[in-house]
């Protein structure tokens, strides 16, 4: 008989998870992810129609989470050439540009090339992976579904999720209607064998929308390995007309503005306008979390991020600093600096509380670590380029006992990002096969 097992997270941690796992021809694989427009977590995109005058509507496209990834290591430079092969990713050229220091830079851009995206957004990734997994057919896929709670049968040891679909599974749902939701058995009704989580949140307590409701030793320990997080903002704007930036994606050293990379740029990611991303310092998110948090500090209850929010407060904000950098003599583009931005078409914005881990060394002690409604939040640069194992220890967190796993970068023992969330969910993987006692 098969052994069951569930990835709570269609991410890029999940979807490598998920191929490594479909390999193994005596497992059922089940795949849960809650998010609106599909797998990719934080290795999200975004499409949307603008009008452009009369009945034409203008095609826009954002990767709005995460913007390239490294492959820096022996083992992920192998997977990376396999995808490349496959059209899956492309190694990203361009004009990068950095007015910061080099041990400060987004991810090493662009002082530590090569870096690599994926083929008509970031998401596609994702995508990708897990289509080519589920061509065995020892794998499915749970599309818009949020696991809410975990319980373990104490006879036969397996784990039923519990949890909702539709409107009610999204992130970003009014807490009115998830009062309402209708909480069933999802997946298989007899329960699986282990459960991988990925998305970090899984582990919050139940105030939090993506709380799976885990055991409070496995949370416990959860918590105590990641210590605090990076937050992060990210603005979404789309511009009438061309803004004669020069440049396709820069690192910057500003209060407000830590990155920005133009669409158009990353190959066969094609718009109608000009479309820019700008990421904000973790310093400039933790403060706007402080001053709108994500728990309602009198009932303890989970505050959605508020698109009129995030459309009349981050994302003025970073738009705002971004003309600010482009458009001062002083800043990246010198004597060439622009007069200004042209208008808008479109915005948009996006609050990351968990975008990345801190660095390891700094989990315990640092001057720049806020505990905001009860998580640890550090917003201190150091740096992410390359990728390379920061702590002798293992790359995700197992409870054998009780069959649980944790991976993702906020587990890894990798340098923050995404190879290391990649490596995570592989390790992770190849440590439940030893478990179960299979083999490829």
Request: charged letters at 25%.
């Amino acid at each position: 008989m098969k052994r069951k097992v569930a990835i709570i997270g269609g991410g890029i941690t999940g979807s490598a998870a998920c191929r490594r796992l479909s390999k193994c021809p005596d497992l059922d694989i089940n795949i849960f992810d809650q998010g609106r427009r599909g797998v990719g977590g934080r290795t999200s995109s975004r499409n949307y129609g603008v009008r452009d005058g009369g009945d034409r509507v203008a095609t826009i496209r954002f990767d709005h989470g995460c913007q390239f990834f490294r492959a820096d290591t022996d083992r992920f430079k192998e997977i990376v050439n396999e995808w490349i092969e496959k059209d899956y990713v492309s190694e990203w050229n361009g004009d990068f540009r950095s007015s910061i220091k080099q041990e400060h830079e987004f991810f090493g851009l662009p002082s530590t090339p090569p870096f690599y995206v994926s083929h008509d957004g970031m998401q596609t990734l994702s995508k990708n992976i897990l289509s080519e997994a589920r061509k065995n057919a020892n794998v499915r896929l749970h599309i818009g579904v949020r696991v809410a709670q975990l319980n373990r049968d104490t006879v036969t040891k397996k784990w039923k999720l519990i949890g909702t679909s539709g409107e009610a599974a999204y992130h970003d749902t009014d807490e009115k209607l998830q009062e309402d939701d209708q909480r069933n058995v999802i997946g298989e009704e007899s329960g699986y064998d282990a459960v991988i989580l990925t998305d970090i949140s899984s582990s919050f307590g139940g105030w939090h929308r993506a709380s799976a409701g885990v055991p409070d030793s496995f949370s416990t320990a959860v918590r105590n390995r990641v210590g605090a997080r990076v937050p992060l903002l990210t603005a979404m704007i789309a511009f009438d007309t061309s803004t004669a930036i020069p440049f396709d994606a820069a690192s910057f050293d500003h209060p407000v503005v830590w990155f920005a990379a133009k669409t158009s740029s990353k190959p066969q990611m094609k718009t109608d306008k000009e479309c820019w991303t700008i990421v904000s310092t973790a310093s400039y998110a933790c403060d706007k979390i402080e001053e709108t948090p994500m728990q309602d500090p009198k009932t303890g209850e989970f505050i959605p991020q508020s698109p009129d929010y995030l459309t009349s407060v981050p994302g003025p904000d970073l738009l705002r600093a971004f003309e600010e950098i482009v458009c001062d003599k002083a800043g990246i583009l010198g004597n060439d600096a622009l007069n200004n931005l042209p208008e808008h078409v479109f915005m948009d914005a996006q609050r990351w509380g968990s975008a990345l881990p801190c660095h390891r060394h700094l989990r315990h002690e640092s001057s720049t670590r806020k505990v905001l409604s009860g998580v640890p939040y550090d917003s201190g640069l150091h740096p992410l380029a390359p990728t390379r194992i920061e702590e002798d220890s293992k790359s995700f967190l197992a409870d054998d006992d009780l069959a649980l796993y944790q991976a993702g970068d906020m587990m890894s023992n990798y340098t923050p990002g995404m190879e290391g969330a990649a490596l995570s969910g592989i390790d992770a993987a190849e440590h439940l096969l030893a478990q179960l006692g299979l083999s490829d």
